[in-house]
C-alpha cells in the first residue's frame, strides 16, 4: 500500500484525495486559513515568540499538544499559491452549489402548490363559467348516424355509448365552443353541468344526480335503438335468414347493454366520462 508523507510537516495519509486537500493548508498563505488576515507578526499569535529556543522550556512541559500539527519553521508562508488546486476547489464548491440550487427548486415545485381542495365548486363555476351553451343543447347536440351505430356494433354498450359522448365533446372543442359538464380530481365520479332554469330564465350550475344522468343516456339509447331498427330492415333484406338471426342477435345485445346485465352500465359510463373531463382542482 502507498503513503503519502507531507514534506512540510511528515504527517502520512493513506488516500491521495485527502494527502492533496491536507497540502493546500501549507501552500496557500496563513491568511487564508483564519478569519482576518494577520495584521501582527507570526509570533504574536504563539504562546512562545519564536525567538525563544525551545530548549528553554521545562522538560516536563509538552511543547505541544499531540493533536494538533506543529508549524514547520521551513514553510514559507509567502510562497505561490497553487492556482490550479485553488481552481479545482472552486469547481467543486460551484457544481456543489449549482446541484443544491437545483433541489431547492425542485422541493419549491411542491412548496408552492395551492391548494383549493376546499374551494366551493358551485360557486366557483357560477361566477367564472356560465356559458350560452348549456347541458341541454348539449343532449340536442347529440345525432345519431350510422357511423356511430357501428361504434356500439364494434365496442359494444359501455365504450360504444362512452365514445359517442366523447365525439360530440371533441365536435365541441373543435367549434370553440365550451363544454358545459365538468369535473374535478378533488370531487370523485361527480359530475356538474350547466342548466338553463326556465322558472327564472337563469343559467347556473348543478351537480347532475343519477336521475338526470338517466335520462341523458336514455334519450342516446333512444336515438340509437331508432336507428338500429333502420338497420335491421336494410340488412335482412341482403343476408340469408340464418346469416342475419346470427348477426342481429348480436348486435341487438350490444344496443340494448345486455351483455352487461350484472353491472350497472349507467354508472361505468358516468365514471369514465368523470375521468375523461377531470381536472385538476389546483389548477383553477
Known amino acids: 500500500m502507498t503513503n503519502y508523507i507531507c514534506n512540510y510537516c511528515l504527517k502520512t495519509y493513506v488516500r491521495k484525495y485527502f494527502y492533496e486537500k491536507h497540502l493546500l493548508i501549507h501552500e496557500t498563505p496563513l491568511e487564508t486559513h483564519l478569519e482576518t488576515p494577520l495584521e501582527t507578526p507570526l509570533e504574536t499569535h504563539l504562546e512562545t515568540p519564536l525567538e525563544t529556543p525551545l530548549e528553554t522550556h521545562s522538560p516536563n512541559i509538552e511543547t505541544h499538544s499531540p493533536n494538533i500539527e506543529t508549524p514547520n519553521p521551513n514553510i514559507d508562508f509567502n510562497s505561490n499559491i497553487n492556482y490550479n488546486k485553488i481552481l479545482n476547489l472552486l469547481i467543486e464548491l460551484n457544481n456543489k452549489y449549482n446541484k443544491l440550487q437545483k433541489e431547492i427548486n425542485f422541493i419549491k415545485k411542491f412548496v408552492n402548490i395551492p391548494n383549493n381542495n376546499n ?72 359530475l356538474y353541468i350547466l342548466q338553463h332554469n326556465l322558472n327564472n330564465n337563469l343559467k347556473n350550475w348543478i351537480i347532475i344526480d343519477d336521475i338526470y344522468f338517466s335520462k341523458f343516456i336514455n334519450s342516446i339509447d333512444k336515438n340509437i335503438y331508432k336507428l338500429f331498427l333502420i338497420w335491421k330492415e ?28 350484472n353491472k350497472n352500465t349507467k354508472n361505468i359510463i358516468k365514471n369514465k366520462l368523470f375521468n375523461y373531463l377531470k381536472t385538476d382542482i389546483n389548477s383553477i
Open 119 to 190: 374551494i366551493d365548486i358551485l360557486t366557483y363555476l357560477n361566477n367564472n363559467h356560465i356559458y350560452d351553451f348549456t347541458f341541454h343543447n348539449f343532449m340536442d347536440f347529440i345525432i345519431i348516424d350510422n357511423h356511430l351505430l357501428n361504434i356500439i356494433f364494434q365496442k359494444d354498450y359501455i365504450d360504444g355509448i362512452f365514445d359517442i359522448i366523447i365525439h360530440f365533446i371533441e365536435k365541441l372543442n373543435s367549434l370553440d365552443i365550451p363544454i358545459p359538464i365538468k369535473s374535478f380530481n378533488n370531487k370523485e365520479n361527480i
Open 234 to 261: 336494410e340488412i335482412s333484406n341482403k343476408l340469408t335468414k340464418n346469416a342475419f338471426s346470427e348477426i342481429y342477435i348480436i348486435n341487438m345485445k350490444k344496443v340494448i347493454g345486455a351483455n352487461f346485465e
